[in-house]
């Protein structure tokens, strides 16, 4: 081994060898990743299971749809917050993006304006907000705590300008097609969310930017000295970050009829969330599609199972922050 | 080995990630003495002195230290225990000033509590200098400002702040000049008085026959053998350290084409290099040789577009070309493999395929969409023809020892349409049987046509392989030489500007 392959100085003190040794064997961090998921997922089977004893509400029809309703939001903005997170960036700004889509995609079509056309200028808004950001840190190497920070506190700016009182349009289509429609059993919100999965999964595995995206999060100037342009990847990540904030901004727009200026603050730390339950590692280098799924259902699980079992939500909060911290503890990474 | 002697380190084993680094190693040195450590790049070398200074932690052995136990599981407890590093990376914080990074930890405090007794720490860090003869170096001034060689003399300097019981010396002659070099062993001689035992890492023989008092020789992660200077020579140690000895290395070369397909004029960048100007012939390899910072690999990041250049030409196959990304370049043809595969070369968390692919994404998609099946054919081809292993594509390159590593770079490149391919430093850090594959497959290369500009540090790998040799010092080329003409000798003459 040359000195530039072992790992920094600073090496921490193998704690806890023996028990690990004893769960494991011998095998590697490999093993222990794969480990890890099978807990989360036998976790989540029990956690299943009891709440389908205990409780005779959960597994209604009514329930269920209820919580893929729910899940929305949350899955489309960590959906974008995942690409934004496989190039090692961060998107604070995704709760701002959605307050404005939502209020103006209402103000729009409050004002006659035909659905399809203020959805589509909304969707416009949201890749334009995207820009703005990966602009700023592609371009300018910033960084995109900051970066977005800032757009996250001027774009909520912009929403009071737009509107300070909510917006509650009449159209009665405004509601139906999106927010409360149905096909068959299913929720048609859950389903549009539903089909963005594969198709970012996709993205990021087959396609030439997908790749690169991933790639750069694992090493940047690797990608750039292959020829690849690592600013306009950068750039595309959050462009396609504030699409998935318009879209969850429109749907939920939708679906509560009513648009407050103020909805969304705190949307981009459930995402964070979701990704980080899923595996996906903040600075880039992990991070999966699947997992970030796994990741909102679960939270929007915990949820709806708190509110069947009539927990206030301050408790809600403190499970959720107990839980982003098991999670990322079982998956620190190992040497 | 004998029982008594004061460092004992016994069955040391390592591995990362699957690579074995050290193999059930036996080493022990005596109090008071100088004890260098030599092997090729990827012996263990480095590996070995880590794990006693507490940097890394081992696998499997144990180290005695006066006949006892010695638990070095943190950097920290090593020091304690009187074992101190100094490696080839350093561990200086740059913004600070040398007497900051020379007491760190134990500035004197003023009569006021919690503060610093600034003028008798800067008294004391100059005396700590002067003490082990390095003068000349301001320690009012920040780390950062210095040059680096005098950072490697504040770097031990750091580590000879307090009595030390083992110092270890990891490669420290790299960016020292003769001058400096003498002082540092002055300074050794006199440790050793003080019966100092001083581990020596280091692959220059030379060095190493005159300041050793015994060699311990490592090769693959395990432990050839010890011998004394004076019962050996250079000749016994290289056959040690590799195996072979040098005939077998490299291979017959087909000799180059006529025709000219990369010409330099006069590339210059400010602070870096100036006046640079060759020609590289087609199925020619060119080596570039010089000492650390006389700017060759700036030259190649220049002509590869990875920087900006201030003056001067690039022209390929007679166009004149000035790229100005590394995506301009590898359009046009250009391929740098660069010094560090870990640094820039390789995204360690993708795979095999990735990896391989992503210099020619481009060719391997349509409608933005990479087509699987000839991405896989094609990988598959390369991973096959440079004898990657395991050959599995879904493999991380993170997973892959520092040879296949290696070797997984030259497949990216190769998978390219690349005319020119430049290699910096490309058998460093990887394993004596993988250098004589990876010396094949430039031969071999060059035969079918390519450009090659090979640069290296290392003399045998130059004069073995390079039909034409170039020499940079301090920024500019100070020598051509053909094959016929060039030696060991003369290029590190000409290369440390010393006339002969």
């Not at chain 2, 134990?106 to 006021?112: E, G, K």
Request: aromatic share 6%; hydrophobic share 45%.
């Amino acid at each position: 081994m040359t000195s530039g392959s072992a790992p920094t100085p600073s090496a921490p003190v193998k704690a806890g060898g023996g028990l690990r040794t004893l769960l494991l064997g011998k095998a590697g961090a490999r093993t222990r990743r794969r480990w890890v998921d099978y807990a989360f997922i036998a976790a989540f089977g029990v956690l299943l299971l009891i709440t389908a004893t205990v409780s005779d509400v959960f597994f209604t029809q009514r329930n269920l749809s209820n919580l893929l309703r729910q899940a929305v939001t949350n899955g489309l903005l960590s959906l974008g917050m995942l690409v934004v997170i496989l190039t090692g960036g961060i998107d604070l700004a995704v709760g701002s993006v959605v307050a404005l889509t939502a209020v103006m995609v209402s103000g729009l079509s409050d004002r006659g304006m035909p659905l399809f056309l203020a959805i589509l200028i909304c969707l416009v808004v949201g890749v334009a907000a995207g820009a703005v950001n990966g602009f700023f840190i592609a371009r300018f190497k910033l960084q995109p705590f900051i970066v977005t920070l800032a757009t996250m506190g001027a774009i909520r700016g912009l929403v009071f300008v737009y509107s300070d009182i909510p917006i509650t349009p009449s159209d009665p289509a405004f509601r139906a097609v999106l927010g409360a429609g149905f096909i068959g059993p299913f929720p048609v919100s859950a389903l549009i969310m539903l089909a963005t999965y594969p198709i970012v999964w996709f993205f990021l595995t087959r396609a030439k930017a997908g790749r690169a995206i991933v790639a750069i999060g694992g090493n940047e100037e690797a990608v750039r000295l292959a020829g690849i342009s690592v600013t306009w990847h950068i750039f595309l990540a959050y462009m396609i970050s504030g699409l998935f904030s318009a879209l969850a901004g429109v749907i939920l727009a939708s679906r509560l009829g009513i648009a407050q200026p103020s909805v969304g603050s705190g949307f981009e730390l459930d995402a964070i969330a979701a990704c980080v339950i899923g595996g996906a590692i903040l600075g880039g280098g992990g991070g999966s599609t699947f997992g970030t799924l796994a990741g909102v259902v679960s939270l929007g699980m915990i949820d709806n199972l708190l509110n069947l079992f009539n927990v206030q939500s301050y408790y809600q909060q403190i499970f959720k922050g107990v839980i982003i911290l098991v999670a990322v503890l079982a998956r620190r990474k190992q040497r | 080995m004998s029982d008594s002697d004061f460092l004992q380190m016994r069955g040391i084993s390592k591995s990362f990630d699957g690579t074995q680094a050290l193999l059930g190693v036996d080493f022990s040195a005596e109090a008071g003495e100088v004890h260098a450590i030599s092997g090729e790049n990827g012996a263990g070398k480095s590996t070995l002195v880590k794990i006693l200074s507490g940097a890394l932690p081992r696998d499997a052995g144990e180290i005695l230290l006066a006949g006892e136990r010695a638990e070095l599981g943190t950097p920290d407890r090593a020091r304690r225990l009187g074992i101190c590093a100094v490696y080839q990376e350093f561990s200086l914080v740059p913004h600070l000033t040398v007497t900051e990074n020379i007491l760190m930890g134990q500035m004197p405090s003023a009569r006021v509590p919690g503060c610093v007794d600034w003028a008798k720490a800067h008294r004391r860090a100059e005396e700590i200098l002067q003490s082990i003869g390095f003068v000349g170096i301001d320690v009012h001034k920040v780390v950062r400002q210095l040059s680096v060689s005098h950072q490697q003399m504040v770097e031990i300097a750091k580590a000879v702040a307090e009595r030390r019981r083992v110092l270890i010396l990891d490669e420290p002659s790299a960016v020292l000049s003769q001058e400096e070099l003498d002082r540092l062993f002055a300074l050794v001689r006199q440790l050793k008085q003080e019966g100092t035992l001083v581990l020596y890492i280091s692959h220059r023989l030379d060095e190493v026959f005159e300041i050793a008092d015994r060699i311990t020789v490592l090769k693959d992660g395990r432990l050839v053998g010890t011998v004394k200077p004076q019962e050996s020579d250079q000749n016994q140690l290289i056959k040690m350290m590799v195996g072979r000895t040098l005939g077998e290395i490299f291979p017959t070369r087909t000799p180059p084409g006529a025709e000219v397909a990369l010409e330099v004029r006069d590339l210059a960048k400010e602070g870096s290099f100036s006046d640079i100007s060759f020609s590289l012939r087609r199925g020619e390899v060119l080596g570039m040789f010089g000492l650390v910072g006389s700017g060759r690999t700036q030259v190649a990041r220049c002509i590869f577009g990875a920087e900006p250049f201030d003056a001067g030409e690039v022209r390929l196959d007679g166009n004149s070309i000035h790229p100005r990304s590394p995506r301009e370049a590898v359009r046009e043809g250009i391929a740098l493999l660069t010094e560090d595969r870990k640094r820039d070369g390789l995204v360690l968390i993708c795979t095999i395929r990735d990896n391989a692919s992503m210099a020619s994404f481009e060719s391997l998609s349509r409608w933005g969409v990479i087509d699987r099946r000839a991405q896989e054919a094609k990988v598959q081809q390369k991973v096959q023809e440079l004898d990657i292993r395991p050959p599995l594509l879904d493999r991380l390159a993170r997973q892959l020892s520092g040879g296949n590593q290696q070797k997984l770079v030259l497949a990216k490149w190769l998978m390219t349409r690349a005319k020119v391919l430049i290699l910096d430093e490309p058998t460093r850090g990887v394993d004596v049987a993988t250098k004589v594959e990876i010396y094949q497959i430039i031969s071999d290369l060059a035969a079918g046509g390519m450009c090659i500009l090979l640069i290296s540090s290392e003399l045998p790998e130059i004069l073995g392989m390079s039909d034409r040799a170039l020499v940079m010092r301090e920024g500019r080329l100070v020598g051509e030489f053909a094959r016929a003409q060039a030696s060991e000798e003369i290029l590190l003459a000409s290369a440390a500007g010393v006339s002969q």
